[in-house]
């Protein structure tokens, strides 16, 4: 083997790693929730069965996303547990009247349009086949942010080589198109550009 050889695939080596190893974790910068939420414990204890019921499409088709305080104060008004997340939501956010601060996994860029509505209500997608199984959750994921685009990893999805991958891992046009592919649904560009 020759020197030229040698440090060419040397130089490739590094720049694999580099390239796949190195620059996601320099890509990406770690944030935390406002506070932990534990979706299983709320299901357990107040018997919440459905998404739905605290992520509801509102009656004009659209989703309201992320549950208003009052949807929260309906239970916690006063504490009613110990734990420092539920001080933390009362005393920092439902007491004072603020809504609390959540950073957003699935905001799309704004030439986006999504309808939870559409996919929920006239195709009976369960949340799952999108969201997995993040509603049995004991805590919060940890929030990635891409540095450059302002985008949740998951966006992008976990895996930056997109290889080995689960479908509701992902939020890219090539995502929706693969699952629309899978249901037999025709869209064109505009039916989710605007």
């Known amino acids: 083997m020759s020197r030229n050889t040698l440090v060419f695939g040397l130089g490739l080596a590094v720049a694999l790693v580099a390239g796949w190893v190195a620059f996601p974790r320099a890509l990406y910068v770690q944030r935390q929730q406002p506070l932990e939420f534990r979706h299983k414990t709320h299901a357990e204890k107040s018997g919440v069965a459905e998404c739905s019921e605290c992520h509801a499409v509102r009656e004009d088709g659209v989703f309201a996303g992320i549950p208003a305080m009052e949807k929260c104060a309906g239970c916690h008004s006063e504490r009613i547990g110990e734990s420092k997340a539920e001080a933390t939501l009362v005393d920092n956010f439902i007491k004072p009247g603020h809504e609390t601060p959540w950073l957003v996994y699935a905001r799309q860029p704004a030439n986006v349009w999504f309808s939870h509505a559409i996919h929920v209500k006239r195709a009976g997608l369960a949340c799952t086949e999108c969201h997995s199984t993040y509603g049995e959750s ?29 479908a509701h891992e992902g939020m890219k046009m090539s995502d929706c198109e693969d699952c629309h592919r899978r249901h037999n649904v025709e869209m064109g560009c505009l039916g989710c550009h605007e």
């Open 138 to 166: 004991d805590q919060v994921r940890l929030y990635q942010v891409n540095r450059i685009s302002g985008y949740s990893r998951d966006i992008w999805g976990h895996s930056i080589s997109r290889l080995r991958r689960a």
